[in-house]
C-alpha cells in the first residue's frame, strides 16, 4: 500500500472527487481530504491510499493534472519530520 499526497486541490473539490479521478488508475482503499481544523475549511490537500504499482501509474499521470484550473501537485507521501516541544502560552506561564 502507497499513501500519496495530493496538493493545490481545489478548495470545493470532494473526496467523492478525488477518489473518482484517481481509480482512472487502480483501486483507491482510501482517500482523506484534510480540513482546518477550527474553521473545518478544507486546506486544499489530502491523501488517497492505492496499492504500490497503481500509486506509481496515478503518480506519473496526475502529478500537474488540471482540476478546476489548479495544476495537481501529486506525490508519494513522506513521513511528518518529528516536531520539538511546543514554546509557551496557555496554563500556569504568567508572571507576578
Partial sequence: MTTIY????????TD???KVLFERHGAVQSVK????RETGRP???????????EAQAAIQALNGYQMNGRPLRVNE???????????GGGGDNFRR
Avoid at 481530504?33 to 482546518?36: G, P
Fill in 6 to 13: 495530493v496538493g493545490n486541490l481545489p478548495f470545493n473539490a
Fill in 16 to 18: 467523492e472527487d478525488i
Fill in 33 to 36: 481530504l484534510v480540513s482546518d
Fill in 43 to 53: 486546506r486544499g490537500f489530502g491523501f488517497v491510499d492505492m496499492g504500490t504499482a
Fill in 77 to 87: 507521501a513522506q513521513e511528518r519530520a518529528p516536531r520539538g516541544p511546543r514554546q
